[in-house]
């Protein structure tokens, strides 16, 4: 069974500090996703990296894909308020689905 | 452009009752999946289809059944209603199958079900 563990589960922060969140697995992905998803909302997806090392960039927001496709992480630098929200990954394996963890609640208090 | 849409946006069942839960997705994609969200935790995989035919289950009882039409729509239906099956319940829509190289899935705002 193919797993992803994410950490922290929840996060408060004051607004300005940095703060980043790990993926982890034992299993490897053809890719992995980052969603943010909103009370009342579906995720909506922020970032699909594919290649081991990969590193992506969307304003503040940093992706990293680990060299053997196993694990991930995202940095915030600067945190906002409008950050505020559940932070899930999803791995992408060759069998039609994606395979979510549990995801990061984070607060980012003004 | 019309994003996912996903009808009804929140129901109230009662134990043992049925659910049908119904999904559009994006003009011109393929695949609908299927996901369950219990609240703080992940979504987990249900099923996914892709031109009309199932492609994928998820670890869940028979009580879950779905369907594609030929206009790429797609239904879920639950029968026996537990407790346990409150949840919020996530379309996906994607051109092709997720899984191939750089596929994206575009979820819908779901549909909030409480079984009482």
């Known amino acids: 069974t193919q797993l992803l563990e994410q950490s922290p589960q929840f996060l408060s922060i004051q607004e300005g500090e940095n703060l980043t969140v790990y993926c982890n697995s034992s299993s490897v992905f053809s890719s992995l996703q980052w969603y943010r998803q909103e009370p009342g909302e579906g995720p909506v997806l922020l970032v699909t990296?594919?290649?081991?090392?990969e590193v992506k960039k969307l304003k503040r927001l940093t992706f990293q894909f680990g060299d053997a496709r196993k694990d991930s992480s995202l940095h915030i630098t600067a945190a906002q308020p409008g950050d505020t929200g559940l932070y899930l990954c999803?791995?992408?394996?060759?069998?039609?689905?994606?395979?979510f963890g549990q995801g990061t609640t984070l607060q980012v208090k003004p | 452009d019309a994003g996912v849409t996903q009808s009804p946006t929140h129901l109230i069942k009662t134990r043992g009752q049925h659910v049908t839960l119904r999904c559009s997705p994006i003009s011109g994609h393929k695949s609908v999946s299927w996901y369950q969200q219990v609240l703080g935790q992940g979504p987990q995989f249900i099923f996914q289809y892709y031109e009309k035919e199932e492609r994928g289950r998820g670890n869940f009882p028979d009580r879950f059944s779905a369907r594609q039409f030929p206009n790429y729509s797609s239904e879920l239906n639950v029968n026996a209603l537990l407790l346990g099956d409150s949840a919020l319940y996530l379309c996906?829509?994607?051109?092709?199958?997720?899984?191939?190289?750089?596929?994206?899935?575009?979820f819908g705002q779901g549909t909030r079900l409480t079984v009482v």
């Open positions: 999803a791995g992408v394996p060759n069998t039609g689905k994606l395979i």
């Open positions: 996906a829509s994607s051109l092709v199958i997720v899984g191939r190289v750089r596929t994206e899935a575009f």
């Open positions: 990296v594919v290649t081991g090392g």
